[in-house]
């Protein structure tokens, strides 16, 4: 298990409370976070941070989560990183083209808590 404590993450979500809830989430339970509200802010701070993980909101507007998660994957020290999308539209479909356009994981929202950390947690290590 690795140690949240250690974790930098960058969470990208236009929704305000769905931002709020994951930053709360994951500060509380130790990891420092970087909040954007927008897709543009997303793709500034990954001009100044390193993450150890990237939460992105797919439905934005552009750019949203799939476009976030194509810069990263093409950028030399960020590829590897891992990306977990959030959505309120998970759905099968959904699901399957995250998986290939190389999310390393999906939750639907509302998101729960012992799930989020379970699943980041699983990513991480």
């Known amino acids: ?8 993450v ?8 769905s931002l709020n809830l994951v930053h709360d989430m994951l500060t509380l339970n130790g990891a420092q976070v970087h909040r ?3 897709g543009i802010q997303g793709l500034a701070l990954l001009d100044t941070t390193k993450p150890t993980l990237i939460v992105v909101d797919l439905s934005m507007p552009k ?7 194509g810069v990263i994957r093409a950028h030399p020290t960020l590829a590897q990183v891992p990306v977990v999308a959030i959505t309120a539209y998970a759905s099968d479909r959904v699901i399957e083209q995250a998986r290939i356009a190389g ?17 980041l947690n699983e990513v991480v290590s």
């Open 10 to 17: 960058i969470l990208v979500d236009d929704e305000p409370d």
């Open 36 to 38: 954007a509200s927008s």
């Open 103 to 119: 999310f390393n994981a999906l939750l639907p929202k509302p998101l729960k808590v012992g799930k989020l950390l379970s699943k």
């Open 63 to 69: 750019p949203d989560g799939w476009d976030l998660l």
């Open 1 to 8: 298990m690795s140690n949240i404590t250690q974790w930098i």
